[in-house]
């Protein structure tokens, strides 16, 4: 059995989910291994932001989906909060 490798992003690593849905569409794996490690931070923050799991489900299925599609990065997606010190303020503390 060959380990598939599947590339990190910047800030946060790809969850177990994610990781799933990759691995299920190996048509996708080189795209996203392609991707440079900010435009692959960005998916998993979009990914990861939402708090319902129904929410997060869409937004699994529509990363496959952009991502068969050429798309780099979220559309309709400012970036990733976490790493801008500006965008701090929108974000909740964790408890």
Do not use: F, Y
Not at 68 to 76: A, D, H, I, L, V
């Amino acid at each position: 059995m060959t380990k598939i490798l599947i590339a990190e992003g910047v800030l946060h690593t790809i969850p177990d989910d994610m990781k799933e849905a990759l691995k299920a569409r190996v048509d996708i794996i080189e795209l996203w291994n392609n991707l440079t490690s900010i435009q692959r931070n960005e998916w998993i923050c979009w990914v990861t932001i939402v708090k319902k799991t129904e929410t997060r489900a869409k937004h699994i299925q529509r990363m496959l989906e952009e991502l068969s599609e050429g798309k780099r990065q979220p559309c309709c997606w400012p970036g990733c909060p976490h790493r801008r010190p500006s965008a701090q303020k929108w974000l909740k503390p964790d408890k």
